[in-house]
């Protein structure tokens, strides 16, 4: 059974950072793109970034580029997102989702909330 | 950036109508096309892949349509599990936009 368990969310000051991860279990992990997808508090789903199966290609929202990485760890079947100079607008649910077929994210996790506040 | 317009923002319907939502892409996105449901406190659900394949498990009174730009999502008879915010997304290009939701009601 595939499983998308994230974690790592929290309060964080504005200008801080944070590092969430998504462990991944039930299939061949570096077989498969990986994505972050947010969604702010009564808003929209707002896709963040991905990365390739191995890590070597990645790609980010404009809004994020330059301050958030993603990376995969393939012995840990993780997948992370390091969030820096974080501002209140990145408040949201931290979505992590496997892609399949035609770029569609077939797998998600249940999401960890991450509030950026003083 | 591929930008992805769906309309209506909100929807009322009743039980056993047939509901239609529309996403417009600013480009060609060829059949890059999915649609997810969203319940709260849940995570997003694949419905249709490739702009009109069913994913496994979901009922098939869900059907995808549309090429290029225009691309349309069809509830033939809706259940009350089905009242929830369908959001499409395009994959042909990063960043793989969302658009905005469509919120379906209860009338």
């Known amino acids: 059974e595939v499983q998308l368990v994230e974690s790592g969310g929290g309060l964080v000051q504005p200008g801080g950072s944070l590092r969430i991860s998504c462990a991944a279990s039930?299939?061949?992990?570096?077989?498969?793109?990986m994505h972050w997808v947010r969604q702010a508090p009564g808003k929209g789903l707002v896709w963040v970034s991905r990365?390739?199966?191995?890590?070597?290609?990645?790609n980010y929202a404009d809004s994020v580029k330059g301050r958030f990485t993603i990376s995969r760890d393939s012995a840990k079947n993780t997948l992370y997102l390091q969030l820096n100079s974080l501002r209140a607008e990145d408040t949201a649910v931290y979505f992590c989702?496997?892609?399949?077929?035609?770029?569609?994210?077939?797998?998600w996790g249940q999401g960890t909330l991450v509030t950026v506040s003083s | 950036d591929i930008q992805m317009t769906q309309s209506p923002s909100s929807l009322s319907a009743s039980v056993g109508d047939r509901v239609t939502i529309t996403c417009r892409a600013s480009q060609s996105i060829s059949n890059y096309l999915n649609w997810y449901q969203e319940k709260p406190g849940t995570a997003p659900k694949l419905l249709i892949y490739a702009a009109s394949s069913l994913q496994s498990g979901v009922p098939p009174r869900f059907s995808g349509s549309g090429s290029g730009t225009d691309f349309t999502l069809t509830i033939s008879s809706l259940q009350p599990e089905d009242f929830a915010t369908y959001y499409c997304?395009?994959?042909?290009?990063?960043?793989?936009?969302f658009g905005q939701g469509t919120k379906l009601e209860i009338k």
């Open positions: 997304q395009q994959s042909y290009s990063a960043p793989c936009t």
């Open positions: 989702a496997r892609e399949a077929d035609y770029g569609a994210n077939d797998y």
């Open positions: 039930g299939f061949t992990f570096n077989g498969y793109w």
């Open positions: 990365i390739n199966g191995d890590g070597s290609g990645t």
